[in-house]
């Protein structure tokens, strides 16, 4: 089954809703493209998560520390400053599961089910993309800085 654009647009809408309900920020998005899994990326974290059913894939919400350090400051949480990286980490899985919960909702008759998720971090990190399929990059902008939701179905 080829990706279609029900299933970009599922996961376009629902992270920008999502961003509204839990931040009260309006995410601009920009055009989808085809990200090249080869090459560098900028960014510092991804939440990830695996998605199973009638098609099969992965999401990644890609993001830099800054603006994750933002969301977690505009989610009125509140932690130790040792703690704060962990709880950022956190909100982005969170978030992640959020998004993709929403979509896959939106998406039932796919009859998808969603893995929990799991964040990667550091500079040029590597994601595992499925092979010989198309990741979709769904690029945003916020008043705090970009990100993107990448999302891969066999």
Same mark, same amino acid.
């Given at each position: ?5 029900? #299933? =970009? ?16 920020? %309006?995410?601009?998005?920009? $055009?989808?493209?085809?990200?090249? =899994? ?5 960014? $510092? ?9 009638? =098609?099969?894939? !992965? ?6 520390? #800054? ?21 950022? #980490?956190?909100?982005? %899985?969170?978030?992640?599961?959020? =998004? ?27 994601? %595992? ?6 990741? !979709?990059? #769904?690029?945003? !902008? ?13």
């Amino acid at each position: 089954m080829a990706m279609d654009a029900k #299933i =970009i647009n599922a996961f376009l809408s629902e992270g920008v809703k999502t961003f509204q309900d839990m931040f009260n920020l %309006s995410p601009e998005s920009k $055009e989808p493209h085809l990200l090249d =899994i080869h090459a560098g990326h900028p960014w $510092e974290i991804s939440g990830l998560l695996g998605v199973t059913g009638n =098609i099969k894939g !992965i999401v990644a919400f890609r993001l830099h520390k #800054i603006l994750a350090h933002k969301m977690l400051e505009l989610s009125g949480l509140e932690c130790k400053p040792n703690d704060y990286e962990d709880m950022a #980490i956190g909100l982005v %899985s969170e978030f992640t599961n959020i =998004i993709s919960g929403h979509a896959v909702t939106v998406l039932s008759e796919y009859d998808l089910d969603i893995s929990p998720p799991f964040c990667v971090m550091g500079h040029n990190h590597m994601i %595992s993309w499925p092979r010989n399929f198309p990741v !979709i990059a #769904i690029p945003f !902008i916020t008043k705090y800085g970009p990100f993107e939701v990448d999302v891969c179905f066999k």
